[in-house]
């Protein structure tokens, strides 16, 4: 009877492990040919990192290394709705001309969400890059319906390219980079001294 049950188990849990198997193996094969509907609504790009904020590196370093060419691709993303020519029409999105250091929803006469201008201060890099990790997160009820951009470079060279057209904000100086390694330096010395120490100790006790 024992003995019965068990076998039985065994049946059953391998009939739910093949179960498991054919839904995980339905949902992979799925993935390579996603059913996208013959019309779409507004494109909506990007995808939004579920790491976003996390171990994230200072825009500050990011803008040092940042490239506005590579930017201006990364702009590619936005233009279904926004122009960022100076005196560029709105489109869905406000005209993106000259955007740091101005206020949140700064284009006068576009039609922006509360959600946005109720925001306090300026653009600045920080900002926008909160911003365009997740537009929804950092402003909830934003009307601007694009994901965000994962990659920090992207966000970085996206940022640059942004401030280059009619803004040229001095980037932040990068927090001291040299400093840290200074200390790590020092640290090392301080290790080697100890080292040394307890070497010359041990000789010491051996004499
Ligand atoms: C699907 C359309 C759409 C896309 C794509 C889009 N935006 Fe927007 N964007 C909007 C809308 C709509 C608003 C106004 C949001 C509001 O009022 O809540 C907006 C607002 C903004 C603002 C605020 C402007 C201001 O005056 O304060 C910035 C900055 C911005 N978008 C940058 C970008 C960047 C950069 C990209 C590409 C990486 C992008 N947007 C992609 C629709 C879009």
């Not at 995980?24 to 790491?51: C, N, Q, W």
């Not at 300026?122 to 537009?135: G, R, Y």
Request: glycine residues 10%.
């Amino acid at each position: 009877m024992d003995n019965n049950n068990t076998i039985a188990g065994w049946v059953l849990a391998g009939g739910i492990a093949a179960l498991g198997f054919s839904i995980l193996s339905g949902k992979y094969f799925h993935a390579d040919k996603p059913e996208r509907p013959e019309t779409m609504g507004y494109v909506i790009e990007g995808v939004e990192s579920s790491d976003a904020g996390e171990e994230e590196i200072p825009m500050s370093m990011m803008l040092a290394k940042a490239d506005i060419s590579a930017g201006e691709q990364v702009f590619k993303k936005c233009v279904a709705c926004h122009t960022i020519n100076q005196g560029g029409a709105n489109g869905i999105g406000p005209n993106l001309y000259d955007t740091f250091d101005k206020s949140h929803g700064h284009v006068p006469g576009f039609a922006y969400s509360d959600a946005l201008t109720s925001i306090e201060g300026n653009w600045n890099f920080d900002n926008m890059n909160a911003w365009l990790i997740s537009p929804r997160r950092y402003a909830p009820g934003t009307k601007m319906t694009f994901a965000g951009l994962g990659k920090p470079e992207d966000r970085a060279n996206v940022i640059a390219y942004m401030n280059a057209q009619g803004s040229n904000l001095p980037y932040p100086e990068p927090p001291a980079e040299e400093a840290a390694v200074e200390e790590a330096e020092a640290d090392a010395a301080a290790a080697e001294v100890a080292e040394e120490t307890a070497e010359a100790d041990t000789a010491a006790a051996t004499e």
